[in-house]
Every structure is written in structure tokens, then in C-alpha cells.
């Protein structure tokens, strides 16, 4: 660290300011796919994605297709992907790069990925050995549509800081977020009933219609007093 006074305000991190510069590619790529899903609002389609908006990112960033509910097989990956495996890893699955304690926590946000659009973050440390000095590593998923619009398709990337070492460098899994892509827009309130104008007057009672006086001749019943003396 290096500062300008005693009192700590003034101190500036370089660990911190190493981080950020090692998470840029990842901000990117977060960053373009959010704007693409600020254009239509919804989970953007793998055709949508041009590479010339992520250059920067592209050596440590990776398309994958769903295939199985838990597996991602990497369709394209960056340079920086194939140095830490020492190969070529288009066609190998994202599991290949983790330890084979952390493919089932893996598995289980790469479901959540393609069943609800979840954005997932990680945090990685290289497994240790023979040639293999500290290596950790920041891992982003982000779902994609395929052209029929489904949701088997993710964007990614792989950022690590440390020297690679002897290959292939596998990761466990040290921490994780997981988050929705997109939230429910909030549902309408139901109307209120109409009201009334402030000067209206109150709707007028319901008053039935007399009856209709009968005819003066049908007015007493139809009887006679009839006399008789005999």
C-alpha cells in the first residue's frame, strides 16, 4: 500500500486496484449482455452477440451449449481457457476445468442457468501441486437463447491471476452468487370502482310505480243485498 499521511484516508489498496483491473473483461462482458437485454427484456439470443462489442474480453470469454440439465459442452473459448488446460477445449465440457469436487456445486448452478436464466459469479482457486504455484480465478455465466428460443445457450468468461505453471490448472469452487437475470415486472393493481364526482348528486332511490286507480264501475265488490219479506 502507499499513502500520503498517517491517518489511512488518503491510503490506496493496490490489491484492490489489481482486482478491479483483473475483473475488467468479466464487467464487460456483464455489461454488453445486460444491454442487450435492455433492448428487448428478455434473455438475448446467441445470434445477437457481436464479438467486436466484447474485443477486450474475448481471450477469456466462452459460448457453451446445454447437453444435459446439470453439463455445458464450450463451443468456443478464448486463448486464455486453452492455456490453463494446455489444450485446445472447444468441444470439452465447462466440468473439465474444475475439480472433481466442485462439478456437482458447478452442475448445479449451470442448471440454474439454463432453467431460470440465473447470472451466476464464482470465485476459484487452482487446485495445488508439482509446478503448480497460487492461482485463483473469477468465473461469470450468462444465459442465452438459441435462434429456436430456448434456453440452451450461455456466454461466459474465466479470469485468473497468478502464473499458470504447470498444465492442466483444474478449480475448486471457493465462493458463489447466484441471481436472477431478469425480475417479474410488478402486476398492475386492480381498478378501483368508479367514484363519483365531487359535486354529484346521489343516485336517486328506487321508487316502484303506482298502481293505476281501477275503473269507478269495478270500484266495490260484485254483490247485492237482496230483501226479502215473504
Known amino acids: 500500500m502507499f499513502g500520503?499521511?498517517?491517518?489511512?484516508?488518503?491510503?490506496?489498496?493496490?490489491?484492490d486496484r489489481e482486482k478491479q483491473k483483473r475483473l475488467a473483461p468479466l464487467r464487460l462482458l456483464e455489461s454488453y449482455w445486460r444491454g442487450l437485454v435492455g433492448q428487448s427484456g428478455e434473455v438475448p439470443l446467441r445470434s445477437q452477440i457481436d464479438p467486436r462489442g466484447i474485443e477486450s474480453?474475448?481471450?477469456?470469454?466462452?459460448?457453451?451449449?446445454?447437453?444435459?440439465?446439470?453439463?455445458?459442452?464450450?463451443?468456443?473459448?478464448?486463448?486464455?481457457?486453452?492455456?490453463?488446460?494446455?489444450?485446445?477445449?472447444?468441444?470439452?465440457?465447462?466440468?473439465?476445468?474444475?475439480?472433481?469436487?466442485?462439478?456437482a456445486p458447478l452442475g448445479v448452478a449451470v442448471s440454474r442457468v439454463f432453467a431460470e436464466g440465473a447470472v451466476v459469479r464464482m470465485d476459484l482457486r487452482g487446485e495445488d501441486g508439482f509446478g503448480k504455484g497460487a492461482l485463483e480465478g473469477h468465473l461469470l455465466l450468462l444465459p442465452?437463447?438459441?435462434?429456436?428460443?430456448d434456453m440452451t445457450r450461455m456466454i461466459g468468461a474465466l479470469c485468473t491471476t497468478g502464473r499458470i505453471g504447470r498444465t492442466p490448472r483444474r478449480f475448486a469452487i471457493t465462493g458463489s452468487d447466484i441471481q436472477p437475470a431478469l425480475h417479474a415486472a410488478p402486476r398492475a393493481p386492480a381498478p378501483l370502482p368508479p367514484r363519483q364526482p365531487e359535486l354529484a348528486e346521489p343516485p336517486a332511490a328506487f321508487a316502484p310505480k303506482p298502481a293505476q286507480p281501477q275503473d269507478s264501475?269495478?270500484?266495490?265488490?260484485?254483490?247485492?243485498?237482496?230483501?226479502?219479506?215473504d
Open 57 to 103: 474480453a474475448l481471450e477469456y470469454a466462452f459460448l457453451a451449449e446445454r447437453i444435459a440439465p446439470t453439463l455445458a459442452k464450450l463451443r468456443v473459448s478464448g486463448t486464455h481457457l486453452n492455456d490453463l488446460m494446455g489444450m485446445e477445449t472447444g468441444g470439452m465440457p465447462l466440468s473439465a476445468l474444475f475439480a472433481p469436487e466442485a462439478r
Open 217 to 229: 264501475r269495478r270500484k266495490h265488490p260484485h254483490l247485492r243485498l237482496v230483501v226479502s219479506n
Open 4 to 15: 500520503t499521511g498517517g491517518n489511512g484516508r488518503d491510503v490506496v489498496s493496490m490489491t
Open 144 to 149: 442465452l437463447r438459441s435462434d429456436m428460443g
